[in-house]
């Protein structure tokens, strides 16, 4: 019988773990959100605190991250509907500190991805999709 693989833990889930244990410490409730073929492009982690409210929280690699085609859609239509993305790439405290700032996600835009997509770029690019 053959031997079970361990799934790979690169830089982002180690980063994760520790931050689900560093917000957890803080009284946040965090659940890890599954993306798969079905829900793609919804952030790592839903936080909440009972002062603070909910976070949606992606977690990047600091020296080499990327959206996905499905969070550069995503996003930009979530925020429309003042539903924030905050981006957290350590478990410490200037990291923690961003979540009682603005939504970050544009802060991590990149230039070749071009300008973020507007509510009807976004509306045309779904039409195209279905």
Known sequence: MGQIRKAKEGPE???????????ECR?????????????????????????????W??????GKYSFTKAQRIKWPQWESYRLGIWIL????????????AAPNFRNYWKKSWGPIPTQDEINKLLDAIE
Request: proline share 5%; with cysteine.
């Open 89 to 100: 790439t350590a478990a410490n405290q200037t990291e923690y500190d961003k979540l009682f």
């Open 57 to 62: 929280i992606d977690v990047k690699n600091p």
């Open 13 to 23: 889930h180690k980063i994760q773990r520790a931050l689900i244990e560093y917000l």
């Open 27 to 55: 009284g946040w409730l965090v659940e890890r959100m599954a993306n798969g073929a079905f829900q793609t492009g919804v952030p790592d982690l839903y936080c909440h605190h009972p002062k603070w409210g909910c976070r």
